[in-house]
């Protein structure tokens, strides 16, 4: 099993910077993927960026605004968040998989809480 707790959202304006953090315990040594998607109110859940043994993948809306990371020795993924947006405002969920990453929600079977990530105008 595999717990996965995410922290550090938060209300901020546009233009701000946040940085989320997704604590993982349990048996986290076989885990191949780690990544980050989010749900805006009356949205579907969609993908936001992951992060393998060697890669990372982004949607195209993030792509040079916000950098996902990982630090082995915590097992704890981040997402830095720059330049955010109004559109970027959603829960942000943490999520993990055994194999390749993929953007694909179903793939993935390891799900944290979720923490909310605010952006005014």
């Known amino acids: 099993q595999v717990q996965l707790v995410e ?4 209300l901020v304006q546009a233009g701000d910077s946040l940085r989320l953090s997704c604590a993982a315990s349990g ?4 885990l191949d993927t ?3 998607f989010r749900q805006a109110p009356g949205q579907d859940r969609e993908f936001v960026a992951a992060i393998g043994k060697i890669d990372t993948i982004y949607t195209d809306s993030v792509k040079g605004r916000f ?3 990982k630090d082995n020795t915590k097992d704890t993924v981040y ?8 559109e970027d405002t959603a829960i ?5 998989k055994y194999g390749l990453r993929t953007h694909l ?3 993935y079977y390891y799900w ?3 923490t909310q990530v605010t952006v005014s105008s």
């Open 7 to 10: 922290s550090g959202g938060g």
């Open 27 to 30: 048996h986290t040594f076989s």
């Open 34 to 36: 780690m990544a980050w």
């Open 67 to 69: 950098t996902i990371s």
């Open 79 to 86: 997402l830095q968040m720059n330049s955010l947006k109004p």
């Open 92 to 96: 942000y969920y943490c999520a993990a």
């Open 105 to 107: 929600v179903r793939a």
């Open 112 to 114: 944290g809480q979720g």
